[in-house]
């Protein structure tokens, strides 16, 4: 009759609590001592409420006995079945009383709410950050304890939850479920997709306070502030060198080591980037995807596109600031800076001798390796440099590209026609 007339006469001397039956207060008071009487014989974990333990049980004997009519999904509890069936017919019982969202679930309902009182009640006794929910708080406590119980079966590699487990496993099996609905590209994840979005919709939601500037995803902003505030928290433990991005620190640790783990299926060539590599292939099938709208020379990177339209505005916004030389690109600007400083930063790990540009190392490399695969298609002579086979040519086809410009003679080699000016030089000055 307690259940009708709404009489709860026993009640909990710690919260107040009220319930019907003395056996229920009992369960309760569990709760409050931390008591955990039903223990699991297989794993030893235990629990306050024998309903739990045998709840918990069908995990091990991998037991699912609620099978969804649908689509055939089966749950080890009836709850987990009726949770799963609004998904199917789409409801969603409970909604929030301050933005009007809904939700099929009471504990979803319960945790959005937190975003509108800001409430973070678990908070991590390590470090002292604050989650919204326990189970954050849990898979954040295996940060400290290097806890990472999901193993890949396929390789091998561990992850702290199970979401990465099931992301990770995507690369294995190649799946991509997620496709973009106007150009076709499929992803392996939601978010990846969600991202991709902003391409075609142009949407650019997180905006830099500082100058203005717009970003279709958050971690682009993140980095993009670094710029303003200097910050560069990723640095070479070699040689002091900092970085914007893990993923460019990552990337300049292959100078150091010489790494180059990405090969190319035609020729065999070596790439220290998977991005250069993709660059790469577009030298064998022929690809120029960027062209000049005023010239139509095409390009196999955007970038060379961006510095080959210099050309036609003229354009060199790169001022060394010790002799005031102009550069188009900054990279052209760095390279140049070296002779001001004398930075040499590329080393031959075989005699030592040092140089300024990457490019000037490789030519360097051909004197103690012997190589020569430069070759003559006429008399089949052999060069280390393609400058140098360049300059053999001429002797074949007789050409002479250096001409002096005070008499008009000309030369097969520059320094044939510097040798040649010093009688010019000399006449002048009689």
């Known amino acids: 009759m307690r259940v009708h007339s709404g009489e709860r006469p026993y009640n909990c001397k710690v919260c107040a609590k009220s319930f019907n039956q003395s056996s229920n207060l009992k369960t309760h008071m569990v709760i409050h001592n931390g008591e955990r009487p039903y223990k699991c014989t297989n794993c030893g974990k235990s629990f306050n409420h024998s309903s739990t333990l045998k709840s918990h049980m069908i995990i091990h004997n991998a037991e699912r006995p609620y099978k969804c009519t649908q689509c055939g999904k089966s749950f080890n509890r009836s709850s987990c079945l009726k949770t799963h069936m609004i998904i199917h017919n789409g409801e969603q019982p409970y909604m929030c009383t301050k933005c009007g969202k809904s939700f099929n679930r009471s504990s979803r309902l319960k945790t959005h709410m937190m975003i509108h009182n800001g409430e973070q009640p678990y908070i991590c006794t390590n470090c002292g950050k604050s989650f919204k929910r326990s189970d954050n708080l849990k898979i954040h406590m295996r940060v400290h304890n290097n806890e990472r119980p999901y193993k890949c079966i396929d390789c091998g590699k561990y992850f702290n939850q199970s979401s990465r487990l099931k992301i990770h496993m995507l690369i294995h099996s190649g799946e991509r479920p997620y496709k973009c609905t106007i150009c076709g590209k499929s992803f392996s994840r939601s978010s990846i997709l969600k991202s991709h979005m902003t391409i075609h919709n142009g949407e650019r ?46 990337r300049h640790t292959i100078i150091h080591n010489g790494e180059c783990p990405y090969e190319c299926t035609s020729c065999g060539k070596s790439i220290k980037q998977s991005s250069s590599l993709k660059t790469h292939m577009l030298i064998h099938n022929g690809e120029r995807p960027f062209t000049c709208t005023i010239c139509g020379k095409s390009f196999v990177r955007s970038s060379h596109l961006k510095r080959h339209m210099i050309i036609h505005n003229g354009e060199c916004p790169y001022d060394c600031t010790v002799c005031g030389k102009t550069f188009t690109q900054s990279s052209n600007l760095k390279t140049h800076m070296r002779i001001h400083n004398g930075e040499r930063p590329y080393n031959c790990k075989v005699c030592g001798k040092s140089f300024n540009q990457s490019s000037n190392l490789k030519s360097h490399m051909v004197i103690h390796n012997d190589e020569r695969p430069y070759k003559c298609t006429i008399c089949e002579k052999s060069f280390n440099r393609s400058s140098t086979l360049k300059l053999h040519m001429t002797i074949h086809n007789g050409e002479q590209p250096h001409k002096c410009t005070i008499c008009g003679k000309s030369f097969k080699w520059s320094d044939s026609l510097k040798i040649h000016m010093i009688v010019h030089n000399s006449e002048l000055s009689n």
């Open 205 to 250: 939601q997180y905006k830099c306070t500082i100058c203005g500037k717009s970003f279709n995803q958050s971690s682009n902003l993140k980095t993009h502030v670094t710029i303003h505030n200097g910050e560069r928290p990723f640095t070479c433990t070699i040689c002091g060198k900092s970085f914007i991005r893990s993923s460019h620190l990552k």
